[in-house]
């Protein structure tokens, strides 16, 4: 096989990433694009050690599966990955795909009795614009190559809205010197924040963008009010612009209901890496005390103004490594452990002192299978796994979100 050639390979089944796997000369090769059982012609593009990676190049023979992406720019952006399958053969994807990773990685047969969806376009409520000079979107997969969009069809209408004036006022104004645009929206009002801006050009831009709640350039509020308001389950939270904020509103407060139904009235629990306290304080509602570990100082700090905010004083938020703090609960009779960590999953040390712990459930949230069912490699020493539900928080991407619940063997 060389760099260049081109090939025609049946697609045997899609991998994590949704990436077509064939054998082609007895080399296992990745075609991004390509479907489960379709025949297609491909280039090669790389070739590694163990693999190789191909550019789709001519579809043969099409799978059932396949649609037109409805994003002209989904082949260039790389923000979304499953735009050409059906909605409903992306969910299957994400469940198969959770199963298939705990088999490979704990060797057990785990059962997805459901994906929860509620949305698949529009959803997202925060999304971050890169801009040079006259043009704003995103970068192309793996290089600087700016792709100019005038709209993101999977992010909220009013975020699109914003764009399109952002997209006026750079376009006016070349040297703005801005290089990134966070758009969000909380309860139907919308925060910007720009990394920076031409020092002539910044009383303009908030004059043309008024009607924006709150605006920061880099750390400083330069319009508007500090942060916004958010509403999960007639609870409000306080959302500034560094703080972790889910994505997906309608289906992080379901993910979040999931999790609280495993909840009976509990005396102490903990929940691992707790950002700015949402769950925290929902899951406080069912215990005498809960007690938030999180690193991030700002997301804490929102987290405390969310106490008051809601008149909630049963709850401790920490603001530390959860890895350097955990120990020091584990005299605090425990009743549940929650944990929601990054992508990269929890650490050792942690799920050993998890294990020590020995609460009577542990509830972990995951946005990614692979860390998940590392970790319970580890977990799975004192615990079961009770039930897995995914959460399509991302659809048209690869990624899964799942709530996992664990129960004391
Ligand atoms: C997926 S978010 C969970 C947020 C929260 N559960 C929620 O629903 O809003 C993961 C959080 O873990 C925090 N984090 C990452 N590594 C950490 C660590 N080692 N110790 C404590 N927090 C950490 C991040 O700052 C982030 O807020």
Known sequence: ???????????????????????????????????TDEIVN????????????????????????????????????????????????????????????????????????????????NYRNKVVFKVKKDKIGFYKNNTNELIDIDKCIISDEKINDCLTDIRKFIKKYKDNNINEIMIRICDNKLMINIDNINKQLQDKFINDFNYISSIYIGDKLVYGEKSLNEKVNNLVFNVSPKSFFQVNHITSENLYNKALSYVDNCNTIV????GTGTLT??????????????????????????????????????????????????????????????????DKKTLKSILDIQAKKVIYISCNPVTLARDYNILKEKYDIKEITAFDMFPQTYHVESVCLLELK
């Open 42 to 121: 491909v280039k090669i593009n790389e070739i590694h050690k163990n693999y190789a990676e191909a550019k789709l190049n001519k579809i043969i023979k099409k799978s059932n599966d396949r649609k037109e992406p409805i994003c002209p720019y989904f082949y260039d952006c790389g923000g979304c990955n499953l735009m050409h399958m059906n909605y409903n053969n992306q969910l299957e994807f994400k469940k198969d795909k959770i199963k298939s990773i705990f088999k490979k990685i704990c060797n057990i047969n785990i059962d997805i009795k459901n994906i929860y969806s509620y949305n698949n376009l």
């Open 271 to 274: 929940d691992l890496y707790s």
């Open 281 to 346: 304080i929902l899951l406080s509602k069912r215990a005498k005390k809960a007690i938030g570990i999180e690193i991030v100082k700002q997301a804490v700090n929102d987290a405390k103004n969310n106490l008051i905010l809601n008149s909630i004083n049963n709850v401790e938020f920490i603001c530390d490594k959860v890895e350097n703090k955990i120990d020091k609960l584990k005299n605090l009779n425990i009743d549940l452990v929650v944990m929601d960590p990054p992508r990269s999953g929890s």
């Open 1 to 35: 096989m060389k760099k260049d050639e081109f090939y025609e390979t049946k697609i045997l089944r899609l991998n994590n990433e949704a990436n077509g796997v064939s054998i082609i000369n007895d080399i296992v090769v990745f075609t991004p694009y390509a479907l």
